[in-house]
């Protein structure tokens, strides 16, 4: 849904203004008639910008100083109200009356619609109308209040009298909402919090916002202003759904955070805590396809059997551990990862290093562990060295050719006895981007 240069056009002629916003809330396009009604985005607003950013500005201009500490909450009630209004609202804006209206087309790009209204466009501003609706008031079902031009409640249904648990002798008339909520909060406030939800609430006639009671109750609030300043609220108890959509919010939180336990669990060394070899080739793999320089050590224990054999296999695994922080910790970085790839070998991926870089890295990683307390695992264990097989190449490479020349170093450092580097660049190896 991309509105055309004509269509916008088309739209000025009518007086409506128009804003399109992709599937990111994003801005796409606007019309004239829309900086004639917002004239704070005229030469502000650009293609691509997110819609709480064009809030900032709409509510700089909108809220008192009191108000403007809540101006976060009034962001992301606002953001919130745009990607899911389903009805048309109204609000006042620089002096004019507009009406909303949204519609979403089904990619997720949305078009806003204002349309200017004028006193004989609204019904509800007759004011042959204001009787009948106080005599109707005990025949809604929901609560229902009538307001003054000052907000404040001049009739009221029993209906709205339980939904907030008003004693008979409690006033409700001469009051307005802050204060019947005020009340209800008065042994325990959750820091004046439904306040700004009132505010900003009373600013869209028929847009529906949430109050929240004590008890983890909520009501849903819609409210209508005529243009003589009289107001209709009526008021729904919308607990049960409101507590379903909360647990229904909480699982969903629930089930992400067992999945990225599991992901985690599925690519993590019970062992180490070091990545596994299925984390290890991933990372290879993805790193390999970046235009830079990219090292891999492969490590291998020196005569790990015989550790084994001599100290027992709970020494063992100790020691690889031990061996495992070393080299995370010598190897640690951006784009780097460690590895434990099976038995006594760990694989170290370092994105954007040279030959000479990962060089340096494994020679402090042997340095290292010359000084680690090999003793603190055993009295008899005096130490444990390791061999390095080092591979480096230009990406993009092909990560198997890379992890082959790394394996084929390490067997070098083996046969040339062990405890020690050996290096090779991979040549001619690099993919085309």
Known sequence: MILSPYLHASLDVLGIAACEYDARLDAVSWNSTFLQFFPEDDGEIYVGE???????????????PEEMPEVERYIAEGVARHDNQTQPFEFIHHGRRLRASSLRAPDGRRVRLWQRLDAEHRAEAVPELVL???????????????????DRIVAANDAFRQLYRLPGDRPVVGCTL?????????EGSPAGAWRAAIRNGLRY????????LPGQRWLRVIARHSVGGIGFFTHADITAAKRQHIELVEAQAALQRANEELAKLAGTDALTGLANRRAFMAFLAAEA???RPLSLLAIDVDHF????????????????????????EQASG???LVSRIGGEEFGVV??????ADAHRIGTAIRAALARAPWRSLHPEMDRATISIGLCAAEGPVDEDMLYGCADEALYAAKRNGRDRIESRPLAGARLTA
Do not use: Q
Request: some cysteine; charged content about 25%; aromatic content about 10%.
């Open 350 to 355: 370092l994105g954007g290093a040279s030959l």
């Open 178 to 186: 802050d204060d019947i909520i005020a009340w209800c909060w008065r």
């Open 289 to 291: 396809r970046i235009a």
């Open 50 to 64: 997110p819609y709480a950013d064009n809030l900032v500005r709409f509510y700089r201009c909108r809220l008192s």
């Open 205 to 212: 006639d028929g847009a529906p916002f949430e109050i929240e």
């Open 132 to 150: 009948p609706v106080f005599e109707a008031l005990p025949f809604i079902p929901d609560g229902a209040t009538i307001l003054d031009a000052d």
């Open 305 to 328: 059997k015989a550790i084994n054999d001599r100290f027992g296999h709970l020494v063992g695994d100790a020691c690889l551990k031990m061996i495992g922080s070393i080299v995370a």
């Open 334 to 336: 951006h784009r780097r």
